[in-house]
DNA sequence: CACCAGGCAAGTA
DNA sequence: TACTTGCATGGT
């Protein structure tokens, strides 16, 4: 790994901790680029343990890929994503999704996936219900493009350990990882998938706690109380 | 009972 | 530009 400016020095020492102290996570968890941009819209502000159970609806419907979600009816599949909430707001997103996928492609789906970075995230960012995070997730995950995932867990898990301000926006957050580290897709999709992995299991009132594993990155003087700037 | 989860868009000031 | 609000289910 590139260590060779100080921020690559930081971020190569806290991807050692977590990836010591939770081993391979093996994402992103789907069986297709498609289930992985369906599960992109469906895991928005929801746990995955209740978008797992919405694909399992859409596949049983037949409805886990291109032509099998147009195919599917409204009110079907408004039904199967049920339990990943949002349910009326998320149909419309995936058929959003199927609408860009249709007519910027023809509906071919490894038209997409072949197409330029870029030019790839500028469109998934223009399709309703597709921001940022989304976009990234599917340009790593399904696309497998050195794009780094920002998410709630990135910036609250740098700002308690002093890496960035309270304030820190998307694409700042961003560059923080890609300007210090290679562009490998490979590192990109571990170090995500290790920061939501310990940032769930953060401790709200006490980052510094005995078990965290994070709790000699940086330096234990530079870790901050309270969540994202309040309470600081 | 309250709070949170792998966000986003639209409205307001 | 920077807040605020609606969207909704299921687990702790």
């Known amino acids: 790994m590139d260590c060779t400016t100080p921020a690559g020095e930081r971020l190569n020492r806290m991807f050692a901790c977590l990836s010591g102290h939770f081993g391979p996570q093996h994402w992103w ?3 297709s680029p498609w289930e992985v941009m369906v599960g992109a819209i469906l895991t928005q502000n929801t746990n995955w343990q209740n978008v797992e159970k919405a694909i399992a609806n859409l596949r049983a419907a037949g409805a886990l890929s291109v032509a099998g979600l147009r195919a599917l009816g409204d009110t079907d599949l408004a039904a199967a994503i049920r339990p990943a909430g949002y349910y009326n707001l998320k149909s419309k997103r995936l058929r959003n999704l199927v609408a860009f996928v249709d007519t910027a492609y023809g ?4 038209a997409v ?39 709630a867990y990135t910036h ?10 309270a304030t820190a926006g998307y694409e700042e957050l961003q560059q923080l990882f890609t300007d210090h580290l290679p562009l490998d897709p490979a590192l990109f999709n571990e170090f995500h998938a290790l920061l939501v992995q310990v940032g769930k299991q953060l401790c709200r009132r ?5 078990r965290c594993p994070l709790r000699d990155w940086p330096e234990a003087g530079g870790v901050r109380q309270g969540v994202e700037g309040v309470e600081a």
């Open 113 to 151: 996936l072949a197409e330029e970075t870029a030019r790839l995230r500028e469109g998934l960012l223009g399709v309703k219900g597709i921001g940022l995070e989304t976009a990234d997730s599917i340009l790593l995950y399904a696309a497998g493009r050195p794009v780094f995932v920002v998410d």
């Open 206 to 210: 006490r980052p510094l706690c005995a």
């Open 156 to 165: 609250r898990i740098l700002y308690r350990h002093g890496q960035c301000d």
């Open 29 to 31: 968890p789907a069986d």
């Open 107 to 110: 509906g071919d789906l490894e």
